[in-house]
């Protein structure tokens, strides 16, 4: 327990017992996910930070069942939406309906699927930009607007949205302001030999592995706040800085480089990750290993960069080598 985190209470026990939380829910998604361990853990970081992730891979790796086995781990309400061309906005957000009571009619309005604690908004690249632009708020503010009429979305809130990398025709590419509202761009490879003949031993037999509640939403809103008190020292601030700001400077290969808010957003990303390992305080580990994520999607490589294939990921490693 570090002397620079203050908490008392039930907060006080949860991060008391951090990482025997994190272990247990941990062991518990592996009932159901086979491998996939950094993934999982990039997820659970997003979560921590409040904020929202964005998926890339392949078909058929689990990305819906990995999303659904977390938030039934949290005991949480889980949506999922299926983004299609011809989606409206109001298919996400919900809307007014006529209703008949006591020989009145009266407005009532219908939530929609974005009324869940996590919403998985599936080939989110699919969805015309009207339709992307409705999570704007969302996930921003926490908030929908329909009409006239605020709602406020419950707590925690959190969007995993996924794009499939392979079949670009007839989709919609996100726009760079909204690829920047997501915290984390997170990409899942295919599993080894040995994972995928495990995979395959659980899911041919008759009966498929479930998976129980690990922890519950009282217990995960401490572990947010929990998130934001983990110290971290001035020397690994400045190293965040440097980081991001090394993004704007190389004009050879990056046009357009990270915001500030990719320097908050490393900084909380470490924060979290220091916490599930059960460490009080941010190492240079956590904040080199945390840039990939929190830095890929905010990267616009130039025209040669590209040409000659370099990936963001190299841009990036490239650059922390370069920061002592």
Known sequence: ??????????AATTYQNA?????????????????????????????????????????????????????????????????????????ITGTNVIEETDHKKEFRFQPGPVFSNVVLADEINRASPKTQSALLEAMQEKQVTVGNDTFLLDSPFFILATQNPIEMEGTYPLPEAQLDRFLLKIL??????????????????????KISRALDKTTLLDLQKLTRQVPISEELKQRVLTIVGMTRKDKARIEYGASPRASIGLILAAKARALIEGRNF???????????????????????????????????EDIIKKVK
């Not at 990039?42 to 078909?59: D, F, R, T, Y």
């Open 1 to 10: 327990m570090s002397e620079n985190i203050t908490v008392s209470g039930q």
């Open 19 to 91: 990482g025997r939380i994190f272990k247990s829910f941990f062991e518990e998604i592996g009932n159901v996910i086979v491998g996939q361990n950094r993934v999982v853990e990039q997820i659970v970081i997003a979560i921590l930070c409040e904020g929202h992730a964005l998926v890339e891979s392949n078909p058929g790796l689990g990305k819906t069942l990995m999303i659904s086995t977390v938030s039934k781990a949290m005991n949480l309400k889980f949506s999922r939406i299926q983004c299609t061309p011809d989606l409206m906005p109001s298919d």
């Open 188 to 209: 899942v490879d295919y599993p080894s030999y040995e994972e995928e003949m495990e995979i395959i031993n659980r899911y041919t037999k008759s009966e498929v592995p």
């Open 282 to 316: 941010v190492s240079k580990e956590d904040i080199d290993y945390m840039a990939y994520p929190v830095l890929r999607h905010r990267l616009i490589l130039t025209f040669e960069a590209e040409r000659s294939g370099i990936t963001p990921d190299q841009a990036i």
